[in-house]
């Protein structure tokens, strides 16, 4: 059973920890007190007993018996004869680490003199929260909590989408303010594939609250530079925050403890507790805690876990770059505990592989699963008199009608052995050696340390993996650069940045997306046209007059060649107008009036459509130059 006790706190955290630390100490030491021990394991050194856990004025104390808790209420009235400090059982909490039930120490702690009334168990409706975590014995608990946590985003959301803000506005609310309540969670807690997407879901409807037709989700998450706006996916910072925990377990410790690593590695007591917990789940303690992270066959005793942490360790080292085992010395001994899929690699007459399937699965269709279920061991031995390594006859497998079709696979030339392990066969062996994944692991050491010491290029990676750019977008570096950062307003650069996505509503999408609400894809100015994303923003005659003498108005001397404007709009392509600046409105580029033209002909079509105000060349030029003047002016204040 697992014992939380919380302590008011003195003046300061500093005066806290000098007062407090005495009787952590005193815990910790004494002999008679047992906490929680490990069961020993084979492949991986047991961690040191478990006996107290503090952060700030939050303790965990580990009880094995009741001795456990006689002895911790000595030390108690120990401490506060010593310190003249009181304990707050009021906000003591108990709950055993099994999740069951105990009719034993619910009723041993209410019959202390300060009864504990406060138990949690699997059969608790809530989480209990730790340090703003939730503890939670099964999924029902677990999903509990994390719905109110999306329920406290989706009313922000509700809130702040009653604000016009433009769609920079919206991305830093989001990444900093809504979604900052659940970076926290994430580092401990996974989430499940429908709990990501409800939170997508409402990220997506934030962005494109108020406006139709809406931007895919998938087009926000890039960076800026790439087509996006840089919204924080939590399925990439999930990702993300478990690099912490999973880069001490496969980075080469003698690297950690390099000057210039050192001080990015900080979690040197947690690390033996996963080591402990992989191998001990993966294997029962037989093997390596390596084994699961890198094969995703030896994971099959996580799956039984319904509250399992464990998966985004796997699900972050399944999106990293794939080991080469080709290239990896490997002893015989680790070879034969390999599966069998993972030396085999295609060959001359190898079918087509699709991207969602595997070389086994396409060789052997029919035998797909038990193919993915053996090891080298079932189909290759070294023969126990002459030594030398050889595949195994039909009577020494287990498996004998797989290991024909094997044979038939290769003999035909669908796949073949990796080059390391064929030059193992059919040659002398005197020791199979012994059995050690780390050079799997080192033929991706430059990219972990990379990773390591510059955490912004594994989000870089996850999200180019996670989150390609739309065809459509995939403008150069520097002219995402270029457009994030032109002098004009917030509200200009949505209007733009929609365009660039091609979802305006001009009445062609419109027509096409709901067909009965806009029976008709013409323009609302040409009747006999066809309202195209092109119509709507420049070939409209009307709207095309206007962008020519605006234009005109502000840069008298510059001829407009047709199709021009749109290749600005959508393709960004400026060229030698990329430093032309206007001979009237002195401050401002052309680009930037560009942009001043855009939005007002953007609010007019509006004007036009919700209040019956006409679009006339005379009311929508008022209205671009009186932009493009307030820009300017703005521009020579600043």
């Not at 039930?101 to 202390?112: F, K, M, P, R």
Request: with cysteine.
């Amino acid at each position: 059973m697992t014992f939380i006790v919380k302590v008011t706190t003195p003046i300061s955290p500093l005066l806290f920890n000098i007062a407090f630390d005495p009787f952590l100490r005193s815990v910790q030491q004494a002999t008679n007190f047992q906490g929680f021990s490990f069961p020993s394991l084979v492949s991986e050194p047991s961690p040191e007993p478990l006996k107290v856990m503090a952060y700030a004025d939050d303790t965990l104390v580990f009880l094995e018996t009741h001795q456990d808790f006689n002895c911790l209420e000595q030390l108690i009235t120990q401490y506060a004869l010593a310190s003249n400090a009181k304990l707050n059982f009021a906000k003591t909490q108990a709950f055993p680490l099994s999740g069951k039930a105990s009719q034993y120490w619910t009723a041993y702690l209410h019959s202390w003199e300060t009864p504990i009334t406060s138990w949690h168990d699997r059969h608790s409706p809530n989480a209990l929260t730790y340090l703003g975590y939730p503890l939670y014995f099964n999924a029902s608990q677990k999903n509990l909590a994390i719905d109110i946590l999306i329920q406290k985003i989706q009313r922000g959301c509700d809130i702040h989408s009653k604000r016009n803000l433009s769609i920079k506005g919206r991305t830093v609310v989001l990444n900093t303010l809504l979604l900052s309540k659940l970076w926290h969670v994430l580092r401990i807690v996974p989430l499940t594939k429908g709990q990501i997407d409800r939170l997508r879901g409402i990220c997506s409807s934030f962005l494109n609250a108020s406006r139709f037709p809406r931007i895919a989700y998938r087009n926000f998450v890039p960076y800026k530079t790439k087509g996006g706006v840089g919204i924080l996916d939590p399925l990439v910072q999930q990702l993300k925050l478990h690099w912490r925990w999973l880069a001490d377990l496969i980075i080469d410790p003698t690297v950690l403890q390099l000057p210039q690593h050192h001080h990015r590695s900080f979690l040197h007591t947690s690390v033996p507790y996963l080591k402990y917990g992989l191998s001990l789940i993966a294997s029962g303690g037989s093997s390596s805690y390596i084994w699961p992270l890198l094969f995703s066959t030896k994971r099959r005793g996580f799956r039984q876990l319904t509250t399992n942490s464990f998966t985004i360790l796997f699900s972050l080292m399944d999106s990293l770059p794939n080991y080469d085992l080709s290239q990896s010395n490997l002893s015989l001994a680790t070879f034969l505990q390999l599966d069998l899929a993972s030396i085999v690699i295609p060959a001359p007459n190898t079918p087509v592989i699709p991207a969602s399937e595997s070389i086994m699965s396409v060789v052997f269709p029919r035998n797909s699963a038990s193919m993915s279920k053996t090891l080298v061991c079932d189909f290759f031995i070294v023969d126990p008199h002459t030594h030398i390594f050889r595949q195994r006859s039909d009577r020494e497998t287990r498996f004998p009608t797989l290991l024909r079709k094997f044979r038939v696979a290769i003999a035909n030339g669908y796949i073949q052995p990796t080059s390391n392990f064929e030059h193992l066969l059919d040659t002398s062996i005197d020791a199979t050696g012994t059995i050690d994944l780390r050079p799997l692991l080192e033929s991706q050491m430059s990219t972990y340390i990379l990773a390591f010491d510059k955490p912004k290029q594994l989000a870089v990676m996850l999200r180019d993996s996670l989150f390609p750019p739309k065809p459509t977008t995939t403008f150069s570096v520097d002219k995402w650069k270029t457009f994030w950062s032109l002098p004009i307003s917030p509200s200009i650069l949505t209007v733009w940045y929609r365009a660039i996505h091609h979802k305006l509503p001009n009445k062609s999408l419109l027509h096409n997306i709901v067909p009965e609400s806009f029976p008709s894809a013409t323009c609302i100015h040409c009747p006999q046209t066809e309202d195209t994303l092109h119509h709507f923003l420049y070939d409209c005659p009307t709207k095309k007059s206007i962008w020519l003498q605006c234009l005109s108005t502000f840069f008298p001397d510059v001829p407009i060649v047709p199709g021009r404007i749109l290749s600005i709009l959508l393709s960004f392509d400026y060229g030698d107008f990329q430093n032309k600046r206007s001979t009237v409105a002195t401050s401002l580029s052309f680009i930037s009036i560009i942009g001043c033209i855009l939005l007002g002909i953007w609010r007019s079509h509006w004007k036009l459509v919700f209040d019956d105000q006409p679009f006339t060349t005379t009311t929508v030029l008022s209205l671009c130059s009186s932009i493009v003047w307030q820009l300017h002016f703005q521009s020579l204040v600043d």
